[in-house]
């Protein structure tokens, strides 16, 4: 048996982490000393805090990992490696735009000294949204959901024998935006009108176009907000985005594409 100091300096984790693991029911000691409070821990308990190290270093929440180390089906735990290996490679390709961006940020900034251009690169124009025949799917999702949701929809189409044309998009309902939980409409435009669910009518918008990946779509939606305030619009209907570049026609994400739409009027 290990007293918890040898068990902590062998496995390289902290004492504090030790007694956060056994109050959590996820490592507890094999055996605590009623007189003493000493806690013990067994040879092959280094495997399993070895594993949970393993785990955590993969990026697996300590609530997954808890759950991952009683999973005895194989064909269970490999999925979600699977998903996780999968998970960590968006990860990567989203930190490498990070990085492209703060570079072309930084060089911006040297030559003219203005720390927020970033937003000031947008064009807005008055245009009319395209009508689009499409099957949706509405719900409170997180935008990191939307390759569920939309998995659906394609799952759908094919059953269906529904023709899409490759765009996509998605409306936003609430008046506030929560990257977790938000009510938002998923959308394919179809050619079949009879097949559609709905079409979205074209409407007069305030639109710009937003290239790169995902994160920095809020800096398009600034400029847009600010463009409208300031050029006697009101937001008169839910704004929707256009996915006319994407990660599913094999750009890669500094070549992504979105078109951003508000409805507006006339104040």
Same mark, same amino acid.
């Given at each position: ?46 495997d ?22 009683? &999973? %005895? ?7 979600? *490696? !699977?998903?996780? +290996? ?6 990567? #390709? =989203? ?15 040297e ?13 807005i ?29 394609f799952e759908r &189409? %094919? ?6 044309t490759? *765009? !996509?998009?998605? +409306? ?6 929560? #990257? =977790? ?83 507006? #009027?006339?104040k």
């Open positions: 048996m290990l007293q918890i100091g040898e068990f902590s300096r062998i496995c390289q984790v902290s004492v504090k982490t030790l007694h956060h693991y056994d109050r959590i029911g996820l490592l507890a000691p094999a055996e605590v000393d009623e007189l003493t409070g000493y806690r013990y821990y067994k040879m092959e308990q280094i399993t805090m070895n594993y949970i190290q393993r785990l955590k270093r993969y990026g697996f929440s300590l609530e997954e990992i808890m759950h991952l180390i009683t &999973v %005895s089906d194989n064909r269970e735990l490999a999925e979600a *490696l !699977r998903r996780q +290996r999968e998970k960590l490679k968006r990860e990567k #390709q =989203e930190m490498n735009v990070i990085l492209n961006e703060l570079s072309a940020h930084i060089s911006v900034f030559r003219t000294g203005d720390i927020m251009t970033y937003q000031k690169g947008y064009t124009e008055m245009k009319n949204s395209p009508a689009l025949n499409v099957v949706t799917k509405r719900g409170v999702m997180g935008v990191d959901e939307f390759g569920r949701y939309f998995g659906e929809l &189409v %094919s059953k269906e024998h529904i023709t899409p490759g *765009l !996509r998009g998605s +409306r936003y309902f609430d008046e506030e935006f929560h #990257q =977790e939980s938000s009510d938002i409409e998923i959308f394919m435009e179809i050619s079949e009108k009879d097949k559609a669910d709905m079409v979205l009518e074209s409407c007069e918008c305030a639109m710009t176009v937003h290239r790169g990946g995902y994160s920095t779509l809020s800096e398009a939606y600034g400029a847009i907000v600010t463009w409208i305030a300031e050029n006697g619009y009101a937001i008169a209907g839910a704004p929707f985005e256009l996915y006319v570049k994407t990660q599913f026609d094999s750009f890669s994400p500094q070549d992504w594409e979105t078109e951003i739409y508000f409805p507006v #009027q006339k």
